[in-house]
């Protein structure tokens, strides 16, 4: 844990230190169907010993996908042990990962995210297949200067500027146009002044560690204002928790310097797209289950883990490509995958496995994930599919070494694909989802309310006239 993470025992603790530290408000935050964290915010004097231990009642039904009205009332229960300071309250505040309860039951609310992440954690040390698993994301993300969205019933349109964009090399500046910009597909590891970007990264991956999470580098993406932070692996439920901070952080740090930050997977016409790949591995009384002698060093049980993750990818892709955008991204051309294969280095493939020399460092790589998907559900349910694919013997076939973005057709069509749709992903997982009900890690309650709030989505999407339809059929 980083030097910066409040972790606290007992409720006298955390009340001792809110008292000799003056703090003087405490955020309770939590994490809804879609990812999108919340927060409902105490007074120190009203978090007491109480509420600690039996939690707090609040409006259910509110939540987008989570209960209905006539039965709205739910418990929110801190949990102490995670805890960091709001580097961006104008008053000492604290927050409080959170954990949402039934009020009758007491029990976990199946719908809430961060009990489903405990749940498969829970899952794996009872299957005796593994007793830790660790993530290492790597959600990437746009910076823009000006965000205009237009979904009028005669104006539909949107626009998004930055200075790095080449869309502006000829545009008049007051200050002048100094020109130094990177082109499309052309911004990864550029020196400033061509990334111009430097500065706000640094500055949200220090306030990132200023929240308790540990902290590896930041660079420039592919793509003119498109970036990445790195932070450290570690285990299923801390880098879910970490995923939420790194996007708190990204968009007020973004928000601070006058700029709009975005996780939208495909903002930008034909350019990259951001993705999240999930770094993943299985370890067991401190050694690590994914290293050995076969392909790339891998073990057997690593080999059956991408055959689950492979097996059930188009089930996964409804949590770890959520939104009817994440679609946009994943086409062949721009390093997203959408080949359902494995390869060592070979960044076409849905898994890769990155090199190393160690066998603690021994690994797989999904590809195909955004940073869009709810961390939670997208970490568990690739567990899921990984654990699936160990207790099945599932075996992945033949790697795949060449680069399958200029394969023939013929040879393409052999190649089973990713969804090509949001609406194919939850198709998906309506037939092929018993993997994710193993040890009630997900219910089926879930399950069905995540496809229906996907489906409200759709809907909308697909009822939007689209800029393009009226430019193609028109004057039809």
Not at 61 to 88: E, H, L, N
Not at 145 to 166: F, I, K, P
Not at 355 to 361: D, G, L
């Amino acid at each position: 844990m980083n030097k910066y993470a409040l972790s606290f025992k007992s409720p006298a603790e955390i009340l001792k230190y809110i008292e000799e530290q003056d703090i003087q408000f405490i955020d309770l935050n939590f994490t809804d169907i879609r990812g999108k964290w919340q927060h409902t915010t105490q007074h120190a004097s009203a978090f007491t010993k109480e509420l600690i231990d039996d939690g707090a009642c609040f409006d259910g039904s509110s939540i987008a996908g989570w209960c209905d009205i006539q039965k709205s009332d739910m418990i929110i229960k801190p949990d102490i042990s995670r805890v960091t300071y709001d580097p961006f309250a104008a008053q000492k505040t604290i927050k409080i990962f959170c954990d949402i309860y039934e009020p009758t039951s007491k029990k976990p609310y199946s719908r809430d995210p961060r009990s489903v992440a405990k749940a498969a954690e829970a899952y794996l040390k009872k299957s005796k297949l593994g007793d830790t698993a660790y993530f290492g994301p790597e959600p990437e993300f746009f910076i823009f200067d000006d965000v205009r969205v237009h979904t009028d019933t005669n104006h539909v349109s949107y626009m998004l500027d930055s200075e790095e964009g080449a869309y502006n090399k000829g545009r008049d500046y007051p200050t002048g146009n100094m020109g130094h910009r990177p082109p499309p597909k052309g911004g990864y590891f550029p020196e400033s002044p061509v990334d111009s970007l430097s500065d706000i990264r640094a500055e949200m991956l220090t306030v990132i560690e200023s929240m308790g999470v540990s902290v590896e580098k930041h660079h420039h993406e592919v793509a003119p204002a498109q970036c990445e932070l790195g932070i450290k692996f570690a285990s299923l439920l801390e880098t879910a928790d970490n995923v939420q901070l790194y996007k708190h952080a990204v968009h007020n740090v973004a928000h601070s310097y006058g700029k709009s930050a975005t996780f939208m997977p495909k903002p930008i016409n034909d350019d990259n797209g951001s993705g999240m790949h999930v770094h993943q591995s299985l370890w067991k009384s401190g050694k690590p289950l994914f290293a050995g002698k076969s392909y790339a060093n891998l073990s057997e049980t690593a080999l059956y883990y991408i055959g689950g993750i492979l097996k059930h990818a188009r089930a996964l892709n409804a949590f770890t490509n959520p939104t009817t955008n994440s679609y946009k991204r994943l086409v062949a051309g721009f390093e997203a995958p959408v080949s359902l294969t494995y390869s060592a280095l070979n960044r076409s493939a849905a898994c890769r496995i990155p090199h190393t020399n160690a066998p603690k460092e021994r690994r797989i790589e999904a590809r195909f994930p955004d940073p869009l998907a709810n961390p939670y559900l997208a970490f568990s349910a690739m567990l899921m599919a990984g654990l699936d694919g160990i207790e099945n013997k599932i075996h992945p076939g033949d790697a795949a070494d060449k680069d399958l973005y200029t394969v023939s057709s013929e040879e393409q069509l052999k190649v089973p694909k990713l969804c090509g749709s949001l609406k194919e992903a939850l198709i998906a997982l309506e037939s092929d989802h018993d993997f994710l009900l193993k040890g009630d890690v997900f219910t089926r309650d879930l399950i069905d309310a995540f496809i229906d709030l996907k489906i409200q989505e759709i809907a909308k999407y697909e009822a939007m006239v689209h800029p393009v339809e009226v430019d193609m059929y028109y004057s039809g």
